[in-house]
């Protein structure tokens, strides 16, 4: 599958004008002052290393700051049939009376997967599409899983649904987020009724409501219990273990190499 | 013995609230009979043999007839995928190979296909490593198929069926444990290929499984085939069609007992399925005696590639690890005189010769390696449908969160439309010929 992907991956597109040109336009893109800018605008996804944190740290990698860029969408050519699905998504999304602008925020192809990073207030609208449209027929709903990303201000809750088109042999994933300050997204349980499990399994260890859900209950945890396990600010807990003497820290309180 | 206690109950909202607690069953249904309330609702399980685990039936009676089923589950939710984030991408083999417990090569097929492929890795993954997995995914069809049977005959009263069916899935679990050290939990398949190649005794107990299983299947297709016991209590039970197996989400065995040949071994090929000829055997029955066929089917077939797969190991050497020594741990071991697996070449490399491979060595197997970030999603057709993994990395060396698709969770949401209108003791034949695994379903 993979030598099918490399394939047909994105070409880069190609430039026109005089091979000084284009020497002129890199070297301006390589700047090292434009470069260490755009650098330090990214996000800072991790700090330190070595899970040291105190005073005792004489590695001096307790201050190294690792920035990642935002996701940034992928240019057209997407490749394989991905550019046939966002261009039928769009004109059954117009005949629905909303722009694929406005519903999909972001378009990602990474490692031979599409990604349709939906608004969330059109979620329901673009599942629909997915599941009626003859050419989409996206019919089985694989799952969805919840994600955190507590670094992602204002959008720190992400579900995230798998796709599959039988009648296409096609998958695409829809990814929806949402801020934890209004932890909302519409279900689509009225679509895809297998959904009901998976949005009652992610409210409950996400805390995403999904309103219009039929009955948005805790599934695996027990009814009474108290926060959202999966978040990232929920401890994982344990309790140190005893051997031969020497005590064995729990898991999440061990030497972290991230 | 002890009576029904009712009293203390009367006034829950619930209305009166009968305990059973042994066989007391004469009381409970004169108390019932008294009452002359015709609905009754029953709490079958959390501990009840013919729920697979601890999966609780909330059911609403008329009769003997069902007129809502409703399911509760978590009862064994362990937390496998918020512990897997706080261990490196290699121990979370180990942890999701425990989630469905009757599949556990699948899980673990599932997880390393999703982590090589955020890695970029799925071209150089040693072809002797796919074989290696194809076998081992169809052994584990085939004793997955076993206990769904085997569980099946037993919840209707047929033990022979089910000594059968574990004494035929035993010999799978033999062989299990002469390649994988293990019966159940192997952690055998691992990200860049599996732990260990197999070994001349393992080739010679497959060829014997593969002398010995026909015979196991057709015994028992000569049971239950034809037997109208069987038939009465299967056919045309727990009827569910295509569109209810879409809408549902419901794929495998019960998808294809509706007459659908979806099965992600042939319409999306992974470990190099494409090059093994099998068929995908459908029945258009939409019931459980459907289901139960193709699971038969299904074991023949799987015979048929397992045959393939030592064909194909006698004329594929080389590694069964990828040869990237930052990724793959080493995998050329040998049974040392404590029974435990070693690698004595690796062993006299690094603490003999290299201090540079010792400190690769220590920082692979504490530290672990680094996954690009991103997400991935990769399925595999496991024994009861897509089992999927969707993991998400940061860029560590942990998973940033490993969700699992598992197709145990998604199909039991077709209780009520297989046990509704029916009566309660076809509840027993919906749920086990839905096959659901409490183990993968609450994770």
Redesign the interface.
């Known amino acids: 599958?993979?030598?099918e992907n490399n394939k047909d991956a994105p070409q880069p597109a190609e430039t026109t004008g005089t091979d000084a040109e284009i020497e002129q336009a890199q070297a301006a893109d390589n700047l090292p002052a434009r470069a260490g800018e755009e650098r330090l605008s990214e996000q800072v996804?991790?700090t330190g290393m070595f899970g040291a944190k105190t005073t005792g740290d004489t590695s001096g990698y307790g201050r190294l700051q690792?920035r990642?860029p935002a996701i940034s969408s992928s240019p057209r050519p997407y490749g394989r049939y991905f550019d046939e699905i966002a261009d039928e998504l769009g004109r059954a999304l117009d005949g629905a009376g909303v722009a694929f602008g406005d519903a999909i925020e972001n378009v990602v192809v990474?490692?031979?997967?599409l990604?349709f990073y939906v608004r969330r207030e059109h979620l329901p609208e673009v599942a629909q599409q997915m599941r009626d449209d003859a050419k989409l027929r996206f019919?089985?709903?694989?799952?969805v899983?919840?994600?955190?990303y507590p670094d992602e201000t204002g959008r720190e809750l992400h579900a995230?649904y798998?796709l599959?088109s039988?009648t296409h042999?096609r998958?695409v994933?829809l990814e929806v987020a949402c801020p934890d300050a209004d932890p909302h997204i519409p279900s689509v349980v009225a679509t895809?009724?297998?959904a009901?499990?998976?949005e009652r399994?992610t409210y409950d260890f996400f805390g995403i409501i999904f309103d219009g859900h039929p009955h948005l209950t805790?599934?695996?945890?027990?009814d009474d219990w108290h926060g959202h396990?999966?978040r990232k600010d929920y401890p994982?807990g344990g309790i140190p273990v005893e051997y031969r003497g020497a005590t064995v820290p729990p898991?999440?309180e061990r030497r972290?190499?991230? | 013995m002890t009576a029904p206690t009712t009293d203390a109950y009367d006034g829950a909202a619930e209305g009166r609230v009968f305990n059973v607690s042994g066989n007391d069953w004469d009381e409970v249904v004169a108390a019932v009979r008294e009452e002359g309330e015709e609905k009754l609702v029953v709490n079958m399980g959390p501990q009840h043999p013919s729920t697979h685990g601890v999966l609780r039936l909330i059911l609403t009676l008329d009769g003997e007839t069902v007129t809502d089923a409703r399911v509760g589950?978590?009862y064994l939710?362990t937390?496998i995928?918020?512990?897997m984030?706080?261990?490196t991408w290699t121990q979370g083999t180990t942890f999701c190979t425990r989630m469905d417990y009757l599949t556990p090569l699948f899980n673990e097929a599932s997880y390393c296909l999703a982590v090589e492929?955020?890695l970029?890795i799925?071209?150089r993954i040693p072809e002797r490593a796919s074989i290696i997995r194809v076998m081992m995914m169809e052994l584990n069809r085939m004793s997955s198929h076993w206990v769904a049977n085997a569980t099946f005959g037993n919840e209707l009263g047929a033990t022979t069926i089910m000594t059968n069916g574990f004494r035929a899935r035993e010999r799978v679990l033999d062989l299990f444990e002469v390649i994988t050290g293990l019966r159940m939990n192997h952690a055998y398949i691992r990200p860049g290929g599996v732990i260990q190649d197999l070994t001349p005794l393992a080739f010679e107990k497959t060829r014997e499984l593969l002398k010995e299983m026909p015979r196991e299947i057709s015994d028992i297709r000569k049971l239950l085939d034809e037997s109208p016991l069987y038939l009465a209590r299967t056919k045309d039970v727990a009827y569910l069609d295509v569109a209810g197996c879409?809408?549902?989400?419901?794929?495998g065995p019960v998808l294809r007992a509706a007459g659908?040949p979806?099965d992600l071994r042939k319409?999306?090929?992974?470990c190099g399925y494409e090059n093994y000829d099998f068929d995908i055997p459908t029945y258009d029955g939409c019931d459980v005696y459907s289901r139960y066929r193709v699971r038969m089917d299904e074991m023949e077939e799987s015979l048929k590639i397992i045959e393939q797969c030592l064909e194909k190991l006698q004329h594929t050497d080389g590694p069964v690890m990828i040869e990237d020594a930052k990724i793959g741990w080493p995998a050329r071991l040998a049974i040392g005189p404590d029974g435990m697996g070693n690698s004595p070449d690796h062993i006299k490399h690094i603490m003999g010769t290299s201090m540079e491979a010792l400190i690769h060595h220590f920082k692979l197997v504490?530290?672990?390696f680094r996954v690009p970030?991103?997400?991935?999603?990769a399925?595999v057709e496991s024994a009861k449908g897509?089992l999927?993994c969707?993991a998400?990395s940061?860029?560590?060396?942990?998973p940033?969160?490993a969700?699992f698709?598992d197709p145990s969770?998604?199909n039991?949401?077709a209780t009520a439309a297989t046990c509704v209108g029916g009566s309660v003791a076809d509840v027993v034949a919906a749920v086990a010929s839905l096959d659901p695994v409490i183990g993968g379903v609450?994770?």
Request: aromatic content about 8%; proline content about 6%; overall charge negative.
């Open positions: 599958m993979s030598d996804v991790r690792v990642r990474d490692r031979g997967e990604t019919e089985l709903m694989s799952g899983s919840g994600v955190h995230v798998h599959i039988i042999n998958r994933r895809y009724p297998t009901d499990w998976h399994e805790r599934i695996e945890m027990p396990p999966q994982l898991p999440d972290s190499y991230v | 589950i978590g939710h937390g995928e918020k512990n984030e706080y261990r492929r955020l970029g799925e071209d879409m809408a549902l989400g419901v794929t659908l979806y319409t999306q090929p992974y504490t530290e672990g970030p991103g997400q991935a999603y399925a897509e999927a969707h998400v940061d860029g560590g060396t942990r940033w969160r969700h698709r969770f998604v039991l949401q609450d994770r």
